[in-house]
Nanobody, 122 residues
Framework: QVQLVESGGGLVQAGGSLRLSCAAS????????MGWFRQAPGKEREFVAG????????IYADSVKGRFTISRDNAKNMVYLQMNSLKSEDTAVYYC???????????????WGQGTQVTVSS
């Protein structure tokens, strides 16, 4: 079992930046690939970014490529999402997720956090 707690959400103007953090506890963090997802009002949850257990492999949704960066610190059991050049369409609840294998993917995540709200004003 892995427990995930997100933080760092808030209100930001379009063009601004935010960094989301996710603290993991429980099983050995480095055994898990990690990901960020988001869900906007009235829409389905969508994949944003993922990172392998070592950080050596990262994948992104096309909508955030070049603007968002996912990273992790296995010594601190943390994963981060640096979001730059934010747009109004990035407004959503952002969720941290853990996948009980080391390889990164866009789906099949096993553990989820409660989410943190990101609101981008235009």
């Amino acid at each position: 079992q892995v427990q995930l707690v997100e933080s760092g959400g808030g209100l930001v103007q379009a063009g601004g930046s935010l960094r989301l953090s996710c603290a993991a506890s429980g099983r050995t963090f480095s055994n898990y690939a990690m990901g960020w997802f988001r869900q906007a009002p009235g829409k389905e949850r969508e994949f944003v970014a993922g990172i392998s257990w070592s950080g050596g492999s990262r994948i992104y949704a096309d909508s955030v490529k070049g603007r968002f960066t996912i990273s992790r610190d296995n010594a601190k059991n943390m994963v981060y999402l640096q979001m730059n050049s934010l747009k109004s369409e990035d407004t959503a609840v952002y969720y941290c997720a853990a996948r009980a294998v080391r390889s990164v993917a866009t789906m099949q995540y096993d553990y989820w956090g409660q989410g943190t709200q990101v609101t981008v004003s235009s």
